[in-house]
């Protein structure tokens, strides 16, 4: 985790199988698919993205995830997420 004064930059090692329960957040988040598959559901809408895909997460919308293979993600949370720090 890197955490500047309007952000926070994460990287994350995922397994496979691994999920995220449906949830929101005050943050907007943009998440890069690095390497790997992430089925990503939101606003009720899936879909599989993979290696160079990037989402972006309005502020209090729905999501989660689960990864279909191994998954390196990085997300960038504005402002910054405080329970990371």
Same mark, same amino acid.
């Given at each position: 985790? @890197?955490?500047?004064?309007?952000? !926070?930059?994460?990287?994350?090692?995922? #397994?496979?199988?691994?999920?995220?329960?449906? %949830?929101? *957040?005050?943050?907007?988040?943009?998440?890069?698919?690095?390497?790997?598959?992430?089925? @990503?559901?939101?606003?009720?809408? !899936?879909?599989?993205?993979?290696?160079? #895909?990037?989402?972006?997460?309005?502020?209090? %919308?729905? *999501?989660?995830?689960?990864?279909?293979?191994?998954?390196?993600?990085?997300?960038?949370?504005?402002?910054?997420?405080?329970?990371?720090?």
């Amino acid at each position: 985790m @890197f955490h500047g004064s309007q952000l !926070t930059w994460a990287f994350w090692e995922v #397994d496979e199988g691994a999920s995220v329960p449906e %949830h929101k *957040h005050h943050h907007e988040q943009i998440m890069h698919i690095v390497s790997g598959e992430f089925e @990503f559901t939101l606003d009720g809408k !899936t879909k599989v993205y993979s290696s160079g #895909d990037i989402v972006c997460v309005p502020s209090n %919308h729905l *999501h989660s995830g689960r990864a279909v293979t191994p998954c390196l993600l990085m997300d960038v949370f504005s402002p910054v997420r405080k329970e990371y720090q």
